[in-house]
């Protein structure tokens, strides 16, 4: 056998270039159609959106949940490096920061480009509302944000050669006070955005108390798969602590998929199985209405069904593809909170109460626009270059089965 069958799926010498070759073809396509769409959006504002007078959230907001989620799972995993201290994790401590950091900024970004006056976002600094609970959220993030940025800069600098133990000692006590402050920080403003959604009285859809559970569990779940498929994709060493780790995290994925189940169930089968309240008609809608599809095969199929068979196979490249879909696919349950949320009237017959006869604009029907799609493809491309850019010149992976610094400490 030889040393390449060992560490799992071999690959011809010739084959690494040309995949780099085929992802840096479809990272440039996604850069230049997207960077495109944001110019326009810079330029034009929203008018090539496909939102109503009555929808005026859609997909760039489902993005901004969506990616916030991946951030703050990124980071609680990180937690059980410099917290919890599970010694196993410690390879992926500082590269679960870094992602924690890239998400972030790519959901701010998302959020931004959702706002119809962007210059306007220093309004919330300058004069909050501490009454809102969007004011809240956004201090949270800046807190948050610096935090994650400082223990980023702690885990790199510890994990520089020639540190002392008595260095190494001291950015490992640092280290556990920044991470006891970021798990409640992450913990409270993920929630704040499920909460945010919770405390619109008009949307029963939403006014529910299980939703900061729900964004905390999916946030855990989205972070954990994204972070998974990297560790298997991107990894420099190949051997069996790496397989060791890979089988760790795949692990959780497959438990927090379980978790997620179980509140979605409970979320979805009370209102639905007795028709208690609007929201019932709405949950109808996300099941059986014109988008099922989204619920059932994108998310049901692709992003649970299919994951829990590939992430409980041995080999670690099929484990890393059930990772990917688990974190890709979840934007459609970010989907499928935002807009059916927004498309049963507040009042009966608003729907009808204003005819346009020329735009035809006022509706609550809502389809995101190829626009609205290039502008988020946009985002991705950008944060998947600032990724790249950290794993080339930060030390943010060591091999699983080399000796951390650590060690040397005791």
Do not use: C
Request: aromatic residues 14%; positive net charge.
């Amino acid at each position: 056998m030889t040393a390449n069958a060992q560490v799992g799926r071999p690959m011809p010498s010739a084959a690494g270039p040309a995949a780099r070759y085929v992802v840096f073809a479809v990272w440039l396509l996604a850069a230049i159609v997207g960077g495109y769409a944001i110019a326009q959006r810079l330029l034009l504002g929203e008018r090539l959106t496909a939102y109503s007078s009555y929808i005026p959230w859609g997909l760039w907001v489902s993005a901004y949940v969506f990616f916030i989620g991946l951030s703050a799972g990124a980071f609680l995993l990180s937690s059980l490096v410099y917290v919890f201290r599970l010694r196993q994790f410690e390879p992926i401590g500082p590269l679960a920061l870094f992602v924690a950091v890239v998400t972030l900024a790519m959901a701010l970004l998302s959020i931004l480009f959702d706002l119809g006056h962007m210059e306007r976002f220093w309004e919330v600094y300058l004069r909050p509302q501490w009454h809102s609970m969007m004011a809240w959220m956004v201090w949270l993030y800046t807190a948050y944000f610096v935090l994650l940025v400082a223990e980023l800069a702690v885990a790199l600098r510890r994990r520089s050669p020639g540190r002392s133990p008595g260095q190494l000692q001291r950015y490992d006590r640092v280290l556990l006070v920044l991470g006891s402050v970021g798990v409640p920080l992450a913990v409270a403003f993920h929630g704040g955005v499920g909460a945010l959604f919770a405390t619109v009285v008009a949307r029963g859809y939403w006014n529910t108390a299980i939703f900061p559970i729900l964004f905390l569990s999916g946030a855990l779940l989205s972070g954990s798969g994204l972070l998974t498929a990297i560790v298997v994709f991107v990894w420099p060493r190949r051997d069996g602590a790496w397989r060791k780790l890979v089988a760790d995290l795949a692990r959780i994925v497959v438990g927090l998929i379980l978790l997620e189940l179980l509140l979605e169930f409970a979320e979805l089968s009370i209102p639905a199985w007795y028709q208690v309240g609007p929201e019932s008609s709405l949950i109808g809608y996300v099941l059986f209405g014109p988008y099922w599809y989204v619920f059932w095969i994108v998310y049901g199929l692709f992003g649970v069904a299919v994951p829990l068979v590939l992430l409980t196979r041995r080999d670690t490249f099929v484990r890393g593809i059930g990772a990917a879909l688990v974190a890709l696919t979840f934007l459609a349950v970010r989907l499928d909170l935002v807009i059916p949320g927004l498309v049963a009237p507040e009042l009966r017959g608003l729907e009808r109460a204003y005819l346009d006869p020329v735009g035809g604009r006022l509706t609550y029907v809502y389809s995101p626009s190829l626009f609205e799609w290039q502008v988020t493809l946009g985002v991705v491309a950008l944060g998947a270059a600032v990724f790249y850019l950290g794993r080339r010149f930060l030390p943010l992976m060591t091999g699983a089965g080399e000796v951390e610094p650590r060690e040397t400490a005791r």
